[in-house]
């Protein structure tokens, strides 16, 4: 039995999520079944994150155990021939040892959160940014961001229904930056930390929205944090912007 | 009756084109049937670039003649309102003079390709990129095409089915830039004329891709220009990484 990690992108317009749920499509179910093409008795396996309906991933990481020794670039080759035509895709895979676990094993992770403004549909990029119809502050949402890194108690914005066994997390860097984009401006906010809570991404940037929109002035999110309490968050914005974008292991399995 | 100028963006995906055909959605009927929610007796537009099956617009151009005197933000929002969920967008409106004739009087059109050359199949934009599974080299490509720029007869780059009545065109532009792609390289290709042949982009960047894959030298993209003989073409390329990128008129109708 030789372990593989393996780095995965996908579309998660048509899933569930990552995890398996009966009677849904999920990520996972279509790589358990691709992996299944090749080792018909291979057992389940785990990701590093566990990304909601609608979430995309350009970087997640799992592990599998296959029975047969694998040269990376045809088991990433095999598993992306039996995962067509479905919007995953293996992009990189590497045998790792056996006391590996994607989850476990990850010291960071990164997410990327894609927000348009601009007052028309978007057309090219629907269900994969969040779009909003007004203008947005790039400078206030960074004020306002910089109250966030750092070790905090972020029970304010982590859903109710988070399992984490605690509220204090270490956010690394919460940056956003704005570049043009048609007819209207794209903000990318880039967010790292060991680990997220769950629902912790849409949440901070749903609240750091309105505080581009100026419903909200920066402070206020300060105080929300302070707060502690899930009431004091902004709203939750939705999944489609939200991509798993990079998962950290020492040493890399994926290095060259 | 005034006539307005309307700049459009749509995925071409669910569409057979831009051009109305009985039985099938195409972007000409959606946006007629959005106008005749505001007008019903509005008579039908024409644009200037009939794009194909599967091809996508960031600024496709047509124009409408309506009864009532519409304010342009305004006339957008509505028509936005009725496009959806479609992925059309109007992302400018201009009113213009009854001379004023979206195919006729454009001075010249711009046209994107994006091609994605990596192994493991996209995800996130499919549907909106052509991608080949081996590597391409950028110069190779970029001598083939400084062949093609400037006046010549473009029978070998024409469909037999193209209905102009010369095959003798200007290309002003042929671009290739090389930029990162996740796990790979996208090659954006400009193209620039005052008119395009039936098929013209897609069998041109079909051609310069058997170059940068190293099937063809440079040179024979210009031995198969001057053959002017269909069969002399390289494979046609699929259009779902094309975008009608521009249209120029003079004056431009939408400068602010």
Redesign the interface.
């Known amino acids: 039995m030789t372990r593989y990690a393996l780095k995965i ?3 998660g317009t048509p899933f569930c999520g990552w995890q398996r749920q009966s009677g849904q499509p999920s990520v996972q179910q279509a790589l358990e079944e691709a992996i299944r093409r090749l080792e018909p008795d291979a057992p389940g396996i785990g990701a590093a994150g566990r990304t909601d309906t609608g979430v ?1 991933a ?1 970087a997640q990481v799992a592990h599998c155990d296959l029975a047969k020794p694998w040269e990376c670039f045809r088991l ?2 095999a598993l ?1 021939y039996h ?2 035509p479905l ?6 895979a590497a045998p790792v040892g056996a006391d590996f676990h994607a989850r476990f094993s990850a010291k960071g992770r990164r997410y990327l959160f894609r927000l348009v403004a601009r ?6 990029d ?1 269900g ?1 940014v969040w779009q909003v119809r007004h203008d947005l502050a790039l400078a206030p949402m960074q004020a306002a961001a910089r109250h966030l890194i750092g070790l905090h108690d972020f029970t304010t914005f982590r859903s109710t229904m988070c399992q984490a066994a605690s509220p204090v997390k270490t956010l690394d860097r919460l940056d956003i930056e704005a570049r043009p984009y ?2 209207g401006t794209e903000f990318r906010f880039h967010l790292a930390a060991r680990s997220f809570l769950h629902n912790q991404v849409r949440s901070i940037v749903g609240t750091l929205e309105r505080v581009g929109a100026g419903a909200w002035a920066p402070d206020q999110v300060r105080d929300a944090l302070e707060a502690a309490d899930r009431a004091a968050c902004g709203p939750v914005c939705p999944p489609q912007g939200l991509y798993l974008d990079g998962v950290t292991y020492e040493p890399d399995p994926f290095a060259v």
Do not use: G, S
Request: net charge neutral; glycine share 0%.
């Open positions: 992108e996908y579309d995309h350009t990433m080759e992306n995962l067509k919007p995953v895709a293996v992009v990189a007052r028309a549909p978007v057309t090219h629907a994969r048609p007819h």
